[in-house]
């Protein structure tokens, strides 16, 4: 089994709304990510977990707060998001650092979020 | 992270014809992998590369790692329609923080029947 899923599928949102995106691998995986992707552009990495712990946040402002409840599970919690903040958000998993085996990531089929 | 030179950027050809890519770097990576994104879905791993040199096939896909560890090719031969989609390079970065990876701009592939 080499599926990510992502729920919601899309969302609309306002900028004074708070909502959340929801990542799940049954891969065993301990190394979870978080992309943004913009229309015709390649995905731009906003944060990395390994064994649950934050290990990089790549200067995401803090409307975006990230969150890891158990190695099989990535939240990411949105608040006062601004129309610029519409993309689409990828969730990835592979192993992490340091351990044997493939580092291949593997991504879900991505949340189209519109903020209005 | 750094974003690396891929090309074409896109690419109209008819079914049956071969087509290449390739992807160029100022740096060195430890892994290339190669990802196919359709309109609307995230990202699907088609090859991963591990060494310098190695050349790997994936059905009508072949990679290769160049030798430098600084670039890496896509070839897919016979085309068809369903190979339409955009083409990811993407160099991989090991640090003490995890892994990152650097993608290319894509290459988009259109194929006529």
């Known amino acids: 089994d080499t599926e990510v899923t992502q729920t919601p599928k899309h969302l609309v949102m306002g900028m004074t709304n708070k909502k959340s995106l929801k990542c799940e691998q049954h891969m065993g995986h301990r190394a979870m990510y978080w992309y943004k992707q913009k229309a015709k552009k390649p995905p731009e990495l906003m944060f990395v977990?390994?064994?649950?712990?934050?290990?990089i946040n790549e200067s995401v402002p803090s409307r975006f707060s990230p969150e890891c409840p158990n190695s099989s599970l990535l939240n990411l919690h949105l608040h006062a998001l601004q129309p610029e903040d519409s993309a689409l958000y990828l969730c990835?998993?592979?192993?992490?650092?340091?351990?044997?085996?493939?580092?291949?990531?593997?991504f879900g089929p991505g949340t189209r979020l519109t903020v209005l | 992270g750094q974003q690396l030179n891929q090309s074409p950027q896109s690419m109209f050809i008819q079914e049956g014809e071969d087509v290449s890519m390739n992807c160029t770097s100022s740096?060195?990576?430890?892994?290339w992998l190669w990802y196919k994104q359709d309109p609307g879905e995230g990202p699907v791993l088609l090859i991963a590369?591990?060494?310098?040199?190695e050349l790997t096939s994936n059905g009508r896909l072949t990679a290769q790692f160049g030798i430098t560890r600084k670039d890496s090719f896509l070839n897919i031969s016979a085309s068809i329609p369903s190979d339409v989609g955009i083409y990811f390079c993407a160099g991989q970065e090991y640090s003490n923080s995890g892994y990152a990876l650097n993608f290319g701009k894509g290459t988009s592939l259109l194929v006529t029947p």
């Open positions: 977990y390994s064994y649950e712990k934050l290990s």
């Open positions: 740096s060195i990576f430890n892994t």
């Open positions: 590369l591990y060494k310098a040199g």
């Open positions: 990835a998993s592979s192993q992490p650092h340091g351990t044997s085996g493939s580092s291949e990531q593997f």
